[in-house]
């Protein structure tokens, strides 16, 4: 049950994110909640399972949108593996900062003030404003599918 559920919990994500999220942008920036799930689970369910939600969700943008196969399969799972403890806000700045280096720097745009005001500073305002409500839901659900398990096989 919870595969069912966190398989469609990341397939509704992906599809919000790439057809109605880039709707609510500011100033072209709009949240990453791929990150905020992928960090969530680290947090809720460990490390392990943070991992592989994060594989998922890293192979689908890999799959659907870039031509390096296999580049956010391995930045989300390092996410949902190595940052565990740490709030969404450190993700957000470990995301941009891999995607600086690896986009504006090989392209010769290495404008750093532009990244950090343009870029870095919205999302993370955004992220951080959307992380909570969202969190919260996340939280909801992996309780009850917790209380389910619970007395399906009457661990207490």
């Known amino acids: 049950m919870r595969i069912i559920i966190t398989t469609l ?9 790439t057809t109605l999220f880039p709707y609510l942008a500011i100033q072209g920036v709009f949240p990453n909640t791929a990150l905020i799930i992928v ?26 949108f870039h031509t390096y196969i296999g580049f956010y399969t391995a930045l989300y799972l390092l996410i ?8 969404c806000a450190i993700a957000t ?27 870095l500073l919205p999302e993370l305002v955004y992220m951080t404003i ?7 839901v996340l939280f909801g659900i992996n309780e009850w599918l917790e209380l389910k398990e619970k007395y399906k096989y009457r661990l207490f």
């Open 39 to 64: 960090t969530s689970y680290s947090l809720l369910r460990g490390s392990k399972e943070g991992a592989l939600v994060g594989a998922g969700t890293g192979f689908l943008m890999d799959v659907f």
């Open 130 to 136: 959307v992380t909570v409500p969202l969190y919260r």
């Open 9 to 17: 919990i990341v397939v509704l994500n992906f599809i919000l994110q």
């Open 93 to 119: 700045i470990f995301y941009q900062a891999v995607l600086y280096v690896s986009s504006f720097v090989f392209q010769g745009e290495g404008n750093i003030l532009y990244f950090l005001f343009r870029v």
């Open 80 to 87: 949902g593996l190595i940052l565990p403890i740490i709030f």
